[in-house]
């Protein structure tokens, strides 16, 4: 932590970064983001087990964007959604610095998008282990059980679209939720645009999620979203060995085809 | 009770499965009067929300056909709309919804016969299905 809130107060003070995105104390024992832009706040820095939200969402957004040239305290979800922000051109290398999180909690040297993808090739990190029972209860169910029970899970759904603004892949700046000519997804809660928004979410973010889980936990429902993202991501790799957020390159599973793609379903 | 006629909806692409359609009705096959064809640019225009609107508006089936692998009259539109119908048509499943009510298909505009073939085939396995209550149910919710 003293060399995190070290690298981050050099690079303030030396003027090379112009804000600091990082992880503070909150109210409650809850931790929150900061954004650090005078060298002397550097050390209300922390870094801990609480320190779970993926910051790398706060890159795209304007509000931060006009601070100046940020570096960003990251994490390997984070580390991740960089690199698959860098693959869909919102972010260049030399505009942001990362000061990388090892999964010990030690600080990496992490000058460029290589070494990014170089740590990211060589960190595993096992799925929670009740998520992962969730995963595969759903799975074993017949098709009208799923049915039933993706209805009575969206059926909470009311449309607070937190999910989407949890997401470091959701910075589109007109929301296809917020197009109403035509209305694509029905503002109303009901099950019909819930079914709607859930499967949409889940498309547009096909090949590009890198699996944080940001949006379940910011659900305010407890829908397990990450389900749907996360069967998306393990089609992608069986199929297409394909992930998301392990090259800096435009590369995802719906930005491109092999003209030898498998399947068994067209006539 | 009259018998159930299933309704089905077809996207197809302007360059091969609409012309192939054409061939099957100049060629005086006769082929079940079901479906309702949407003519599209190309099946990469295809996007996945317009098919959940067909069963929302009452589809009980879809047909989603364009050219042949390599025969895309922009040269990658279905090479692109293949990888999006592999993950869709799981992520469907995987939700719950009734993916044997979706028949993809490659026709060109010589295939009037296929056309015919595969229109007749979608058409008794989902008369077989049933109409799609489960689907029409949560439609009403939303007052469609």
């Not at chain 1, 505009?95 to 990388?100: A, K, N, Q, W």
């Not at chain 1, 992962?132 to 679209?161: G, I, P, T």
């Not at chain 1, 991501?233 to 930005?255: H, K, V, W």
């Not at chain 2, 505009?109 to 489960?134: C, F």
Request: charged letters at 25%; proline letters at 4%; a neutral charge.
């Amino acid at each position: 932590m003293e060399e995190l809130r070290k690298r981050a107060g050099n690079l303030l003070e030396s003027g090379q970064v112009r804000v600091v995105i990082g992880y503070g104390e909150g109210t409650g024992k809850r931790v929150r983001a900061v954004f650090i832009q005078d060298a002397g706040q550097a050390d209300c820095l922390i870094f801990d087990e609480r320190c779970r939200q993926n910051l790398a969402l706060y890159l795209t957004r304007h509000e931060v964007k006009k601070l100046g040239k940020p570096a960003i305290v990251a994490s390997l979800p984070a580390l991740r959604a960089i690199l698959q922000l860098a693959g869909e051109c919102q972010i260049a290398e030399n505009d942001i610095v990362v000061l990388g999180i090892g999964e010990d909690g030690s600080m990496l040297d992490l000058p460029d998008f290589a070494a990014i993808e170089k740590h990211v090739a060589s960190t595993v990190r096992e799925p929670d282990p009740a998520e992962k029972a969730q995963f595969d209860l759903v799975l074993a169910m017949s098709l009208e059980e799923r049915w039933k029970y993706w209805q009575e899970q969206l059926s909470r759904c009311f449309k607070c679209y937190a999910c989407r603004q949890a997401c470091p892949m959701c910075y589109c700046s007109r929301c296809t939720v917020e197009c109403n000519q035509p209305q694509w997804i029905p503002v109303p809660s009901h099950d019909l645009g819930n079914l709607e928004w859930h499967v949409m979410r889940a498309m547009h973010l096909a090949g590009r999620c890198v699996d944080c889980g940001d949006c379940s936990r910011a659900c305010p429902l407890d829908i397990p979203l990450y389900l749907l993202n996360r069967f998306l991501i393990m089609d992608i790799e069986s199929r297409f060995n394909q992930r998301a957020g392990t090259t800096a390159a435009l590369d995802y599973a719906l930005s491109t085809f092999h003209p030898d793609d498998k399947d068994d379903f067209i006539r | 009770m009259p018998e159930f006629e299933p309704r089905i909806v077809a996207f197809v692409c302007n360059w091969c499965t609409y012309a192939g359609a054409d061939l099957t009705g100049t060629s005086r096959i006769k082929y079940s009067p079901n479906v309702e064809v949407i003519r599209f640019p190309c099946t990469g225009r295809i996007d996945f929300m317009l098919l959940l609107k067909a069963f929302a508006e009452g589809a009980d089936g879809i047909i989603v056909s364009g050219c042949h692998p390599n025969d895309c009259h922009y040269t990658s539109g279905n090479f692109h709309a293949r990888r999006r119908w592999i993950l869709f048509r799981g992520l469907l499943d995987f939700m719950g919804i009734d993916v044997r009510r979706v028949q993809f298909s490659w026709v060109s505009a010589a295939e009037g016969a296929k056309w015919a073939d595969v229109v007749n085939t979608t058409v008794e396995a989902v008369r077989k299905l049933g109409p799609y209550d489960n689907y029409r149910q949560i439609a009403r919710s939303g007052g469609v």
